[in-house]
């Protein structure tokens, strides 16, 4: 139920935004509202509480983001409040980002290696991903993964390139598995 509510907010919000030619400016904002929940992580519990009243919400909203925010992006949060969805805010501004980055063509890759990589390193990874995709940029996270013995693994959605070492000695171990000794 979270995804459908996330997705039916943050298309709303996203189709407005290119509607508006606004999308710079939206993704802005929703990068602002994602940085402020990070920050206080007991904001979105307080604004869920049952004892809070509805307009006890909006005042509070309007008091730390009023403003700052368009019209189009305060507009999203007091329907959120009215529909009492306020709790879903985080997954709706999470989907917005990605219709963004999509629309934009930024890929987001996940790579996880055994040993910290150089910056040269990392530059290949990248520049490798950028030719076989079609991606005009690339938000890269890099992670540290202790159980894997060599090579990296690397993730883009929901894709997985797994050239690890341990994924080719599985592999390996298969084949051997399915030779008939004769």
Known sequence: MAKLVSKV???????????ENKLES????????EKALTDNPAFLPTLRHPDMSMEKKQELLKEIFGGKLSNDVMGLIDVMVRKNRIGDLEKVLEYFDERAKERQ???VVEVCTPVELSSDEKKKVEARVLEVTDFA???MNYKLDKSLLGGMVIRIG?????????????AMGRQLASVRLQ
């Open 9 to 19: 907010y943050g298309d709303a919000l996203f189709e407005l935004a290119i509607e």
């Open 26 to 33: 939206v993704w802005d904002e929703v990068r602002v509202i």
């Open 105 to 107: 063509k930024i890929g």
């Open 137 to 139: 940029s690339l938000e």
């Open 158 to 170: 929901d894709q997985v390139l797994d050239n690890s070492i341990r994924s080719k000695l599985d």
